[in-house]
């Protein structure tokens, strides 16, 4: 029933830029924090930048300044800009929100499917 939907991930050149956008449906509670992970061959998945449910933001080094996470608490819907792209930045991004399914359950983590990011050098 709880579903993220990705979308926006492609092909770019370096230095290029891509907005990444993760709709959440039938979470029925509000949904606490959101979050991109990414994960490159070879490579354990981790986490790029976080966004609770008042607009914190938390980021990796990797990433400060370059990509920004913002949200729309009324659409369930979570945004990664992306700038300065690198080929170091290649890797399927993937969506996560925790949410709890009943009024006062324990929060769960949900995930999309992924989408690929590919940066050219």
């Known amino acids: 029933q709880v579903q993220l939907v990705e979308s926006g991930g492609g092909l770019v050149q370096a230095g290029g830029s891509l907005r990444l956008s993760c709709a959440a449906s039938?979470?029925?509670?509000?949904?606490?924090?959101m979050g991109w992970y990414r994960q490159a061959p070879g490579k354990q998945r981790e986490l790029v930048a976080a966004?609770?449910?008042?607009?914190?933001?938390n980021y990796a080094d990797s990433v400060k300044g370059r990509f920004t996470i913002s949200r729309d608490n009324a659409k369930n819907t979570v945004y990664l800009q992306m700038n300065s792209l690198n080929s170091e930045d290649t890797a399927v991004y993937y969506c996560?929100?925790?949410?709890?399914?009943?009024?006062?359950?324990?929060?769960?983590?949900?995930w999309g499917q992924g989408t690929q990011v590919t940066v050219s050098s």
């Open positions: 039938g979470i029925i509670f509000s949904i606490s924090d």
């Open positions: 966004i609770t449910s008042d607009g914190s933001t």
């Open positions: 996560n929100a925790h949410a709890p399914l009943t009024r006062w359950g324990t929060l769960r983590t949900f």
